[in-house]
């Protein structure tokens, strides 16, 4: 049992490019969800889903595009990144509303 | 608008002694209010959590109070250890609806200090 996993840990993009932070869990949890950390600033939701085909924006969500083809895998894509995205990226999961969430270990994120 | 408001930022405190942090929310919806802890490096671990049926829950040395009039809980480590030196956030939720996301505070550096 993994829990949650983040791939990659560290990236390093220039602006403009575009790339797709992983997140996959293996506890068969319905709900997931993004969030950025920045200094200052707690944790900010940027999407997150509800089950398999379903998702919606958080507070943060442009920029950012996400999908949920199975119950397993919720991808954080960044269109073309920019330097206002460097952050640390964490990806979570819960069983039910109302139970804690699951965080992943994180992505490091550099934009320059 | 902030929904949780977190305090203080930074806090020091001798080993053996109490921490206490301290949280307020706006949402009256909010019925779930979890504390998570976090180490340098690693992503943030649920804690303790309590809704607002009781008004106080404690786990071991963690204790969270709430007090639903004032929309006000917090978490008090007592007997407070150096390995206890970390990043704590308290949030807050509405499980209802569908939902369920977390709303969280900004986040209180503790160092315990021997």
């Known amino acids: 049992n993994a829990g949650v996993t983040q791939t990659p840990k560290f990236q390093v993009l220039k602006t403009g490019q575009s790339m797709t932070l992983q997140c996959a869990q293996d506890m068969n949890h319905e709900y997931m969800s993004w969030y950025r950390q920045d200094p200052g600033m707690g944790l900010r939701l940027i999407h997150y889903s509800v089950g398999a085909g379903i998702t919606d924006q958080g507070e943060v969500p442009n920029g950012y595009n996400v999908s949920r083809s199975t119950t397993e895998d919720f991808p954080l894509r960044l269109l073309s990144a920019a330097p206002s995205q460097t952050s640390v990226y964490f990806c979570?999961?819960?069983?039910?509303?109302?139970?804690?969430?699951?965080f992943g270990s994180g992505t490091r994120l550099t934009v320059v | 608008q902030q929904q949780v408001k977190q305090s203080p930022q930074s806090l020091i405190v001798q080993k053996g002694g109490i921490s206490i942090i301290n949280c307020a929310y706006e949402n009256t919806a909010f019925d779930y209010f979890p504390w998570y802890q976090q180490f340098p490096g690693k992503g943030p671990a649920l804690l303790i959590a309590i809704r607002p049926d009781v008004s106080e829950k404690k786990e071991g040395r963690f204790t969270i109070s709430f007090n639903k009039s004032a929309k006000q809980f917090s978490l008090h480590i007592m007997d407070s250890q150096p390995g206890d030196s970390a990043t704590y956030f308290c949030?807050?939720?509405?499980?209802?609806?569908?939902?369920?996301?977390?709303?969280f505070g900004k986040g209180t550096k503790l160092s315990v200090i021997p």
């Open positions: 979570a999961s819960s069983y039910a509303m109302g139970n804690g969430y699951t």
């Open positions: 949030a807050a939720a509405y499980s209802g609806a569908g939902s369920y996301q977390l709303t």
